[in-house]
């Protein structure tokens, strides 16, 4: 399992993918607007806390993101950590 943040072309999304080629699923994400930086951690229910907007940076809109373990949702490794590196965007 691999768990990183891409590139978009409004900011930037979590990703949980399963290794090359395989399936990948989006579990959170930021966008960049003219009030700072939204973001969102994926969840099953309706959970209005896990949204947030005008966040002043990327660095505390990810890491907003990643607080809340949207991973935690897909897979039971619960010692899967988010790559330091930002994939660029993918071409599909």
Known sequence: ???????TRKGQRLVLGSGPGGSEEEVGGVRITKRGFDAFAKTFGYDPGRAEKGIESMEEAKAFVESFHPWDLFTDDKGLLVEADVRPMSNS
């Open 1 to 7: 399992m691999e768990l990183y943040w891409q590139e």
